[in-house]
């Protein structure tokens, strides 16, 4: 099984910037790919980033185009998520999460496709 752990999340005033990371450990080799979702109170999860294991292909909601940026190091297993210019906004709970291959999706970003989920790690902009 895969297992995702999550770091680097904190408190930051808007402007500021934030890199969170997620080190994988267990059986990687089936992964598809692996994304960053975030959950603010009372709102749905949605995905913001993901990349492509094999191609390192990337695709971004809209909400942080330009703004953050997702990257993996397969040496060390680990998925990070480079905030910048942060607002209020991107308030959340924010966790990473892997497909695997094989597994059916509407899009890149498909909640319902991805099986593994780390604990999440809390990033709190204030204004």
């Known amino acids: 099984q895969v297992q995702l752990m999550e770091s680097g999340g904190e408190s930051v005033q808007a402007g500021g910037s934030l890199t969170l990371s997620c080190t994988a450990s267990?059986?990687?080799?089936?992964?598809?790919?692996m994304a960053w979702f975030r959950q603010a109170p009372g709102k749905e999860r949605e995905g913001i980033a993901v990349?492509?294991?094999?191609?390192?292909?990337?695709v971004y909601a809209d909400s942080v185009k330009g703004r953050f940026t997702i990257s993996r190091d397969s040496a060390s297993n680990t998925l990070s998520l480079q905030m910048n210019s942060l607002q209020p906004e991107d308030t959340a709970m924010y966790y990473c999460?892997?497909?695997?291959?094989?597994?059916?999706?509407?899009?890149?970003?498909?909640?319902?496709?991805?099986?593994?989920w780390g604990q999440g790690t809390q990033v709190t902009v204030s204004s």
């Open positions: 990349i492509l294991r094999s191609s390192s292909t990337t």
């Open positions: 999460a892997s497909r695997f291959e094989g597994t059916r999706a509407r899009t890149h970003l498909d909640r319902s496709a991805f099986a593994r």
């Open positions: 267990g059986d990687i080799s089936r992964i598809y790919s």
